[in-house]
């Protein structure tokens, strides 16, 4: 028989085999880490605010390390945590080291003003 007079189309052997259910189920996604890349982009922005606006030194290595935990809370969550305790370290640290220069200074009375 010719394939011209087939009555329901080609032979089973060249067809493409039919589909079992639904399909492959889709593939796993990643864990959501809204909450981790908040908490980077807030310490980030803090650093750099703290960088411009205090003088804050520490601040400098504090922005890297947030940015650094951005850019890894979808690859390597654990590895982000721990950049982002060291950028909160380090803001936190340079706060009062901050605030208690300004205290020192108001204290020992170099901030009076003697015109």
Request: hydrophobic residues 40%; negative net charge; glycine residues 14%.
């Amino acid at each position: 028989m010719s394939d011209s007079h087939q009555p329901y189309g080609a032979p089973y052997g060249e067809q493409p085999p039919p589909g079992y259910g639904y399909g492959y189920p889709p593939p796993p996604r990643p864990p959501r880490n809204d909450g981790l890349r908040t908490n980077a982009i807030v310490a980030l922005v803090l650093n750099l605010i703290a960088i411009v606006s205090c003088c804050n030194f520490l601040a400098i290595a504090g922005a890297i390390m947030a940015g650094m935990g951005l850019s890894k809370v979808d690859t390597e969550p654990e590895n982000a945590k721990s950049k982002l305790v060291w950028a909160w370290v380090l803001f936190g640290t340079g706060f009062l080291v901050t605030i208690g220069g300004f205290l020192f200074l108001g204290f020992a009375g170099y901030l009076d003003d003697t015109d």
